[in-house]
């Protein structure tokens, strides 16, 4: 059974930072595309970030700039550094299996964790 387990969301002012994480298990993790996606509330589900087994990363254009994706393999954890933070940044970010667009995306994902920007 896949397991991903996302941490370090929290309430942030405008402009800080966030690290998130997201331990994986029950898959080779290191050969595993990952994203990362945000559901805002009352929206449906956004990609943000992807990040293939080989190293390749994709932002959408609301990360571009200010988020980077990034993998510890041996760790079997996917990291989100989330700078500049806006407030509609705001929403549940879920670690997930897969790509956009490519098959195995959201195929499985975490339970997510909460990420508020406000002053």
């Known amino acids: 059974e896949v397991q991903l387990v996302e941490s370090g969301g929290g309430l942030v002012q405008p402009g800080g930072s966030l690290r998130l994480s997201c331990v994986a298990s029950g898959l080779a993790f290191s050969s595993s595309d990952m994203s990362w996606v945000r559901q805002a509330p009352g929206q449906g589900l956004e990609w943000v970030s992807g990040?293939?087994?080989?190293?390749?990363?994709y932002d959408s254009r609301a990360a571009q700039g200010r988020f980077t994706i990034s993998r510890d393999n041996e760790k079997n954890t996917l990291y989100l550094d989330m700078n500049n933070l806006k407030r509609d940044d705001t929403g549940v970010y879920y670690c997930?299996?897969?790509?956009?667009?490519?098959?195995?995306?959201?195929?499985?994902r975490g339970q997510g964790t909460l990420v508020t920007v406000s002053s």
């Open positions: 997930v299996t897969g790509i956009l667009g490519s098959p195995g995306y959201l195929g499985a």
């Open positions: 990040i293939t087994s080989d190293l390749r990363s």
